[in-house]
């Protein structure tokens, strides 16, 4: 039997007036890649954020292998935001020496420098990077710990076609290493390729969640985008548009 | 259409929208119409009154003055008598008065020809016996009265913004939200920022002491330890009263207003270019609730006046209530 590490139950949150997540039930796997899909605005950061420990949810609850969280869950997981920011003047080597200071337990630099590739700009001010040396750089800084679940907040967003490629290829490694993945996106491709589930989300709610092969042949139709639109009448946003 | 009407387009654009920007962030569009007010009003209350006297006379008591105290030029003040002679020792007043057994007993520094002068006044007009004493003592130059006040003000900059601005721009740009996600606790994360700036702070004002006093040999008669210790403490004031204002703050427009609010009071009021001896009392209050003033009075006391441990720790107390109070706002409050 396949262990759930997280089972979200009812889950809700509400800033003031506003609903960004409503109700969501569903269960995260063991070595699973669980995407979160929908466009901007859907809730797909507030929902990733609940699942981390860093927001508070409204009403409903998160549960890690069926308990609260426990205190060293920020032990427990890595994420990488969808914009962070570094500080100044601070090189690839001295952010991983950072974080790495913050773990009992980190891998060794050699070993990250050599997984994430940042061999070539290891000593650069992190400002002057390219965004995808950039991302690869805060892919190992979540990294550093070893930890059980990683949370990718659209980790290729503004990425030309070879990062993109480049971040995919670490995605996959982790997968075979079998880490449990949680990543959002609003790129169909990258789901498709990347993600054994999808909770596909729309104004906070649950639209519909499967495979990626099984929901696009389930429902007769020849992509994930093509489904969306006959969902909500929306359309998502096609990778190669967006770098186009 | 032109280009010079295309770009005429974009930077009317351009303008509105930073014009939006400005007006709708109320905090920082409120602060910039009340600080100057507030400048205004505060230089104008400080440096009101009457012009300066021409000599200022201390006296111990207030009964039965000499006629002389009323003339036109001449600033009366009262003091208790070991703080009157040291004002008279270091030249901050020019004659000590105190009246024993109907006559005159007076105190002059030998060293003061404004003290000699205001002298034959006092024998010219008073009738009564006089008891002439006199003290000795160099007239403070401006530069040693007024290099603590820069290396004091340094340090409250350095402190102040070095970790109060900082803080509210790692949490504007994410990065406290990304050491959120770490266990590093807040404690962790504080105690780190103040340990830094400490260095940084003492560091510099050590370098800049140094430096200075080879090039101007100021008047430094204390212990370098006691001076040393009030610039830790004082430091750490600071610093605390920097994170207090960062704890919550997310703009860091409105965190370099409420900065300036924080340091131009005491810029103006603790001393540190010129001293507020003859202004209102209640000026004089104020000034007391300003960490500057205690650091800057301690500071001056070891340097000018060789002064002891016991003479300054009211000072240090203060200073270490103003960190423990900052301290705890800022843990208490803190948010990533």
Redesign the interface.
């Not at chain 1, 914009?83 to 500080?87: D, N, P, S, V």
């Given at each position: 039997m396949i262990d759930v590490v997280l089972s979200i139950s009812g889950l809700g949150k509400s800033y003031d007036d506003v609903t960004a997540v409503d109700g969501l039930d569903f269960e995260i796997f063991k070595g699973q890649c669980f995407g979160l899909l929908g466009p901007n605005g859907a809730g797909k950061t507030t929902t990733l954020g609940l699942l981390?420990g860093?927001e508070e949810p409204t009403r409903g609850s998160v549960r890690y292998f069926g308990k609260p969280f426990p205190a060293?869950y920020?032990?427990r997981?890595g994420?990488q935001?969808q914009?962070?920011?570094?500080?100044d003047f601070l090189s690839p080597f001295d952010n991983l020496k950072l974080?790495s200071s913050?773990?009992n337990d980190s891998i060794p630099m050699d070993q990250l420098v050599e997984q994430f590739r940042l061999n070539d700009f290891l000593h650069r001010d992190t400002r002057r990077l390219s965004g995808g040396q950039r991302q690869r750089l805060l892919l190992a800084l979540a990294l550093v710990h070893n930890p059980e679940i990683i949370f990718l907040d659209e980790p290729t967003t503004g990425l030309d076609p070879r990062s993109r490629r480049e971040v995919w290829d670490i995605v996959s490694e982790l997968k075979a290493d079998g880490r449990t993945l949680i990543l959002t996106t609003h790129y169909m491709e990258e789901a498709e390729a990347l993600c054994d589930e999808l909770l596909i989300l729309s104004h906070g709610k649950t639209l519909l969640q499967g495979a990626p092969k099984k929901l696009i042949k389930e429902a007769g139709v020849s992509d994930l985008d093509t489904l969306f639109l006959s969902l909500t009448g929306e359309t998502l946003v096609k990778t190669q548009e967006v770098i186009e | 259409m032109s280009s010079i009407l295309v770009s005429l387009r974009r930077m009317k654009a351009i303008f509105i929208a930073r014009n939006l920007e400005y007006l709708r962030d109320r905090a920082s569009f409120g602060w910039n119409l009340v600080f100057p007010v507030l400048i205004v009003f505060a230089l104008a209350v400080v440096f009101s009154g009457p012009p300066r006297a021409l000599f200022v006379v201390t006296a111990i008591g207030t009964e039965a003055l000499p006629e002389m105290v009323n003339f036109p030029g001449i600033e009366m003040v009262s003091d208790q008598e070991e703080k009157a002679l040291d004002r008279l020792s270091r030249q901050q007043t020019d004659l000590v008065l105190k009246i024993v057994d109907g006559s005159v007993g007076y105190w002059v520094n030998g060293n003061s020809a404004s003290g000699a002068i205001l002298e034959l006044l006092l024998k010219y007009t008073e009738d009564r016996p006089l008891q002439r004493e006199e003290t000795d003592g160099a007239a403070i130059r401006y530069v040693d009265w007024v290099v603590p006040g820069i290396l004091g003000m340094n340090m409250m900059y350095s402190a102040l913004w070095g970790v109060g601005y900082v803080i509210v721009r790692?949490r504007q740009?994410?990065?406290l939200?990304?050491l959120?996600?770490?266990?590093?606790t807040k404690l962790e994360f504080l105690s780190a920022q103040v340990l830094s700036r400490l260095l940084v702070t003492l560091t510099a004002s050590a370098i800049v002491f140094v430096g200075t006093n080879l090039m101007l040999d100021y008047k430094m008669v204390g212990s370098i330890i006691l001076l040393l210790i009030t610039a830790l403490i004082g430091g750490l004031a600071m610093i605390t009263l920097g994170l207090a204002i960062a704890c919550r703050t997310e703009s860091k427009e409105f965190a370099d207003g409420l900065l300036n609010a924080i340091t131009f009071p005491m810029l103006l009021l603790s001393d540190v270019w010129f001293s507020l001896d003859g202004s209102p009392e209640w000026v004089q209050m104020i000034a007391q609730v300003l960490p500057l003033t205690h650091v800057l009075e301690a500071a001056r006391a070891v340097m000018l006046d060789d002064a002891g441990f016991t003479d300054i720790a009211p000072n240090l107390g203060l200073l270490c209530g103003f960190c423990a109070v900052g301290m705890g706002i800022s843990v208490r409050l803190f948010r990533w």
């Open positions: 981390e860093m060293d920020q032990d997981i994420i935001f914009a962070t920011a570094l500080q974080f913050f773990y | 790692y740009s994410g990065y939200r990304r959120k996600a770490t266990p590093l």
